[in-house]
């Protein structure tokens, strides 16, 4: 692992980031009992309410909160950025959103109107102070890695599509009449899913790939092009300009670039983590593959296939590896700086030992399974639905669990060191 370029010092404190990982599983697990709710009615219609509360429960609950964990912690980490008050913000941030999305989805499921318009307001004011801490951060450094240059540009398409969730969410909210909401629809769609998330793991890619996974670094010619070309091409799209097989072939590239350096990594002991990669990598290529089929090839659940296939297949494997290796190192880091002034020193866990390889492999397998029964669920509802529910509350119960047992190691051993300090003095 390689941490030379890193400023360790300026990482933030653990709560920063941790208050968002904890939370996001419980967005996922709220999903799959909707679904085991449900049943195979769910996903029968996507314009359902239904589906809208099941679709903002995993990008908004789940996807967003790991997402803003992980900036924060990463940006003074990678590029010295201070975020001032840090512990403040990030509460006002996690709280605004929490509760925000629990309305929204609340108000979708139960038709209870005063619960969208009340988590209009919270989303609002978390979204205005999310986009303040991380746009001062961004734009004032003058750090200009690939690594950044690929954050700036998903931080611009989250602008974008929270703008265009806000305009959607008055339709529904406030009974404002919008034009063309569903050419609208597909552009918060798009911009969230290719223009935010895509170009912030890519970015992060760069950063995370090479340091835990001890492969070579991404081509120059790649990291920095990959992102503008991208950002480009979105805008294009946008105005009627039709380059959107480029842009399938880009993330294409991008997977494939990826499993050619993990192929090359150093270290060829077994990871759990790696198999989440791969996984993620290997259903991208599918999903961008099932996109082109598109234009001779057309069903009912088409739209909502897709979008399981690019979010399930490769989205939250991907983001739950990185989990895996991101707590895990933030626990270790936190634990040997609170002890570094003792003479005395007390037996830290190495990050191995603080989410063991078992529990990884037990979610992995959890996760592989729920997510092939899911595919068949959309081809035979009656018979899978509820099943592909109850296996994804397993496989996101795990996540959770993981993550609490890893908090309560680092708890423990930070009361030694603080008994040991209180000792000294």
């Known amino acids: 692992m390689n941490t030379a370029q890193l400023s360790l010092r300026q990482t933030p404190s ?27 009615s769910l ?7 239904d589906v809208l509360a099941f679709t903002h429960l995993f990008t908004l609950g789940f996807m967003l909160q790991i997402m803003s964990g992980a900036l924060l912690q990463l940006l003074p980490v990678l590029f010295g950025i201070i975020f001032i008050k840090a512990k403040l913000w990030s509460t006002l941030i996690h709280s605004c959103l929490t509760i925000g999305t629990l309305l929204l989805t609340g108000g979708w499921i139960f038709d209870i109107k005063i619960f969208l318009q009340i988590s209009y307001l ?9 986009i303040s801490i991380l746009g001062v951060g961004l734009f004032k450094s003058p750090n200009k890695s690939p690594i950044l240059i690929s954050t700036r540009l998903a931080f611009i ?9 806000f305009i959607l969410l008055a339709l529904f ?19 969230g899913l290719i223009g935010w998330t895509l170009l912030l793991v890519v970015g992060i890619s760069y950063q995370v790939v090479p340091m835990f996974q001890i492969t ?46 993990q192929h090359k990594r150093l270290r060829k002991l077994p990871d759990i983590t790696l198999n989440f990669w791969r996984f993620g990598m290997f259903f991208l290529i599918i999903s961008a593959v099932f996109y082109l089929t598109g234009y001779f090839w057309d069903f009912p659940q088409r739209d909502i296939l897709q979008g399981i296939l690019f979010i399930g297949g490769f989205v939250l494997p991907v983001i739950q590896g990185m989990l895996y290796k991101i707590i895990p190192f933030l626990i270790w880091l936190h634990l040997t ?37 899911t595919l068949l669920s959309i081809i035979f509802p009656l018979y899978f639905s509820q099943l592909a529910a109850f296996l994804g ?17 680092y708890l423990t051993v930070r009361r030694q060191i603080n008994e040991m300090q209180l000792f000294n003095i």
Request: charge should be positive; aromatic fraction near 18%.
């Open 14 to 40: 653990l709560d920063v980031p941790l208050r968002f990982f904890l939370t996001a599983p419980l967005f996922a697990i709220l999903a799959m009992l909707l679904w085991l709710f449900k049943g195979d």
């Open 43 to 49: 996903l029968a219609n996507r314009w359902s309410p």
């Open 122 to 130: 919270f989303l609002l004011l978390g979204s205005i102070i999310l």
């Open 157 to 165: 398409a989250l602008i974008i599509t929270l703008g265009l969730g």
């Open 173 to 191: 909210a406030f009974d404002i009449q919008i034009y063309n909401p569903l050419f609208l629809t597909k552009l918060h769609l798009t911009w």
């Open 216 to 261: 070579p670094i991404y081509p120059n010619y790649f990291s920095r092009s990959f992102a503008p070309f991208v950002f480009g091409i979105l805008i294009c799209w946008t105005i009627g300009i039709p380059l959107e097989v480029i842009l399938v072939f880009l993330a294409i590239s991008f997977a494939i670039i990826t499993l050619k350096l």
């Open 337 to 373: 700086n609170a002890q570094l002034d003792f003479t005395k020193k007390i037996k830290i866990p190495n990050v191995k030992q603080i989410i063991t390889e078992k529990w990884q492999r037990w979610h992995f397998w959890f996760f592989l399974i729920s997510f092939i029964i």
């Open 393 to 409: 509350l397993i496989s996101f119960s795990l996540l959770e669990y993981n993550l609490i047992k890893a908090t309560q190691k």
